[in-house]
């Protein structure tokens, strides 16, 4: 594939004066060293190593993720003590995902006609308070899964509104050729986040109490909130444009956007559009995790440890993806690589459905894994780049309810199916209706399948 071309960041008229001669044109410095291959292929970190505000809030991002994963899991076993039934704790799962579909959308028309960084601050706070309130609740020793259930769905509601204004962030804070990158990093937080902050308060609620992880995530939260301090104010753009051009531009910009201002905008983009139906091809169409308790066991003669290797795989696979990601942004060729990796994750699903050899099953669930974190790294860089910057955070919000609603409704296909035909019906034949959807929509959008980064069109 193409190579994206890298550019000199000046990010100042000092810089732009340094690097001319005496005439304007630029000093020819050393040629580039060449990287070995294997810095070729590992994670690119420049975006870490040149931006600060940047490296503070991914930094900060990684630590409350952990902490908040941390927290999720106290939530469920201090749920599970209370009543011994795993159906109140699968309700834990449902108070947070019905505020995070119907904030989500909220949350990200907010975030384009406020300042993000102050948003991001305030709801930051209010996650730090609500840890606190389940630190407080079991120093107390209260045993009420309604006042769980009630911090949980409050949680849900700030993270809803927080998560839109992070990620409309980031094209703020880096040049566009540096967004994958940025987000292969994001990725990679997040697989350390999904593997140790489980493990982790599994490891603190055995030796000291559920208070001890709740309170290790109060803690965590100060490393995000440090980052937002940190950063400068994050204005739309249209509000700072309309600084200086008279009445009507400032009204122009007091107009409050809304919601369905931000649906019609996608509906009317192509582009961006392909994003979130290509991935709720894969996400609805071929999701096998709910199908992990009965292959476990039909198919590989395993226990409840069996299911934890199945459902670990794809995490695995993820990670290894983000930390193997130094390629991605050499990619120009964006939405064809989404086709092709949306392909990959279906294939591998269909595949898994035919093996009955443990280590191969868990090696294809593996691929998936990471053909799923090239789909993320590129689909997320595409809204990035090609959207404007007072649409961002609403095609954030709808990003956060696609990733979070697609795997629940293909969940439920997946089990219904399953349950009709067989295990191996359902996942082979999820896995080729993935691959012939992700056909049909390269088939009828070809502009998708045309994006050039170098030219992003939305």
């Known amino acids: 594939m193409a190579r994206l071309l890298r550019f000199p960041v000046l990010n100042s008229e000092k810089d732009r004066r340094d690097s001319s001669g005496p005439t304007g044109s630029p000093i020819p410095g050393p040629p ?104 407080l609740v079991a120093i107390a020793g209260l045993r009420s899964v309604a006042v769980l259930y009630g911090i949980v769905a409050l949680q849900a509601v700030f993270f809803a509104m927080n998560s839109p204004a992070r990620s409309s962030m980031i094209p703020r804070l880096l040049p566009p050729e540096q967004l994958p990158a940025a987000n292969a990093l994001a990725s990679l937080a997040g697989g350390v986040g999904q593997m140790a902050g489980p493990m982790l308060g599994g490891v603190f609620v055995g030796f000291w109490g559920y208070q001890a992880a709740y309170l290790i995530d109060v803690l965590a939260f100060t490393a995000s909130l440090y980052a937002m301090w940190r950063l400068p104010a994050m204005l739309p753009e249209s509000k700072l444009a309309a600084a200086g051009k008279g009445a009507a531009a400032v009204e122009a910009a007091r107009r409050r956007p809304s919601v369905m201002e931000g649906l019609r905008y996608l509906g009317a983009r192509p582009n961006l559009r392909t994003t979130f139906v ?54 120009n060729r ?97 896995g080729l209706a993935c691959i012939l959807a992700i056909t049909l929509i390269g088939t009828f959008q070809r502009g998708f399948a045309r994006y050039d980064a170098r030219d992003p069109v939305a």
Do not use: K
């Not at 006609?113 to 730090?128: C, N, P, Q, Y």
């Not at 009965?294 to 983000?322: C, E, I, N, Y």
């Not at 954030?396 to 089990?415: E, K, N």
């Open 278 to 331: 290509s991935d709720l091809a894969a996400m609805v169409l071929a999701q096998p995790r709910v199908l992990f308790p009965a292959v476990a066991g039909l198919w590989f003669g395993g226990d409840t440890r069996t299911v934890g290797l199945l459902a670990a795989a794809p995490a695995v696979g993820a990670l290894l993806g983000s930390v193997f990601s130094g390629w991605l942004g050499r990619v």
């Open 334 to 430: 964006q939405g064809l690589a989404v086709l092709i990796a949306i392909a990959s994750w279906g294939g591998a699903v269909a595949v898994f459905g035919l093996t009955r050899d443990l280590w191969l099953g868990l090696l294809f669930l593996g691929v998936a894994g990471c053909a799923d974190t090239v789909s993320m790294v590129f689909r997320n860089t595409m809204l990035q780049s090609a959207a404007p910057d007072d649409m961002r955070g609403r095609l954030q919000g709808v990003f956060l309810v696609v990733v979070v609603g697609g795997p629940r409704l293909g969940d439920f296909l997946a089990g219904s199916a399953a349950d009709i035909f067989t295990p191996t019906a359902a996942l082979v034949g999820g």
């Open 32 to 135: 580039p060293a060449r990287g070995s291959r294997l810095s070729r292929v590992l994670a690119d970190i420049s975006p870490l190593r040149e931006h600060p505000d940047f490296r503070r809030l991914w930094f900060g991002n990684t630590v409350s993720y952990i902490g908040q994963q941390m927290t999720a899991m106290a939530v469920a076993l201090q749920v599970y003590a209370i009543t011994g039934s795993s159906f109140y704790v699968g309700l834990v799962g449902l108070f947070s995902l019905v505020p995070l579909i119907a904030f989500g959308l909220y949350g990200g028309a907010v975030a384009d006609v406020v300042d993000r960084r102050r948003l991001g601050l305030i709801t930051s706070a209010a996650l730090t308070l609500l840890s606190l309130a389940l630190a």
